[in-house]
């Protein structure tokens, strides 16, 4: 059962204690959950963590603890939770919720192992050496969420074949933003649409950005992969429900929800293997000796109901692209 303890305040930024927090650890091991997400809609996720877990025979409340630390879609606070994290000394830290969790650990720890899920290249951006032989402290999981926002684009595309101006939801703040953005560019010069890009890193721009997209007239939206958006998903189908805007999501999570469609991989299945490899680290493995999984497998999920509320029809060659169409 999911339990969230007090937080440690710590006051003038992050300090780092690796080595004696290793030193102190207690008998019983504490793996240190740190996201950027919020709790309420983890649920699911976290769920199958401890699925993963329970494969190396951990079970929380019995032979080994967790200690949950949400940045609730904020992600300067990262930092702040992970060095609290270290400062407790736990066995083993699980970044979820994207690239920032990961590269806030990292940043506070170099010798406490830790073990991630991330959306992008975890060699792009400095977090292991090679997929194959991560090197240092860190091992995970990526879901490649980041990185097929072009083939999100072409799906779009086809099924809005008339419209002219698309636009795309990203994060300032994420860090893959940019390299979003000029992938989102050269995907619309190469199918032939218009491209406008609007930026959302928190609740009040996330409704000044559907208000944009309003006003521009945009015909179809693509939301970029990011852990904030993810978080508020009910709200951003919502946003798209309004305006009456067909869009594509990175996970069917959004789908489930109301929205479009969906292409990505398997969001609980990440949070399982990560669960798997955190009881590894706990059993001993060093986490250089784990190689960072991919999840190549992708879902291409449809909601006709959605569909049809918003006049929207798919072709024959479109659904017989669909892993899962909801009616």
């Not at 960072?292 to 999920?301: D, G, N």
């Amino acid at each position: 059962m999911m339990r969230r303890r007090e937080f440690i305040t710590l006051l003038g930024g992050a300090a780092v204690w690796p080595l004696v927090a290793w030193a102190q650890r207690p008998a019983t091991p504490v793996i240190g959950f740190l996201s950027s997400r919020s709790p309420d809609e983890s649920k699911k996720v976290v769920a199958a963590f401890h699925s993963g877990l329970q494969v190396n025979g951990f079970a929380d409340g019995q032979n080994v603890e967790i200690e949950y630390r949400w940045a609730e879609g904020e992600y300067g606070r990262l930092r702040r939770l992970a060095a609290d994290l270290v400062h407790r000394g736990v066995a083993v830290l699980v970044t979820t919720g994207g690239d920032p969790s990961a590269l806030a650990a990292k940043a506070e720890t170099s010798t406490i192992p830790i073990v991630f899920t991330m959306g992008g290249d975890p060699v792009k951006v400095g977090l292991v050496t090679s997929l194959n032989r991560p090197g240092g402290n860190v091992t995970g999981v990526s879901t490649m969420a980041a990185l097929p926002e072009a083939k999100r684009l072409g799906l779009l595309s086809e099924v809005m074949s008339t419209a002219a101006l698309f636009g795309v939801l990203i994060n300032p703040n994420y860090p893959g933003a940019e390299a979003q953005s000029q992938e989102a560019q050269e995907a619309g010069r190469t199918i032939g649409r218009q491209i406008q890009i609007v930026n959302a890193r928190n609740e009040q721009e996330l409704e000044v950005a559907f208000t944009m997209l309003g006003q521009l007239r945009a015909a179809a939206l693509l939301v970029a992969a990011d852990p904030f958006f993810f978080s508020r998903r009910s709200r951003i189908v919502t946003l798209a429900a309004q305006l009456k805007l067909p869009a594509i999501y990175e996970f069917r999570d959004f789908v489930d929800a109301g929205g479009l469609m969906s292409y990505g991989t398997n969001l609980n299945e990440s949070y399982r293997q990560v669960g798997v490899y955190a009881g590894r680290v706990l059993k001993g493995t060093n986490p250089a000796d784990l190689p960072v999984q991919q999840l190549i497998k992708f879902e291409f999920v449809i909601n006709l109901r959605t569909a049809k509320t918003l006049g929207v029809k798919f072709s024959d060659n479109v659904l017989s692209l669909a892993d899962e169409v909801i009616e």
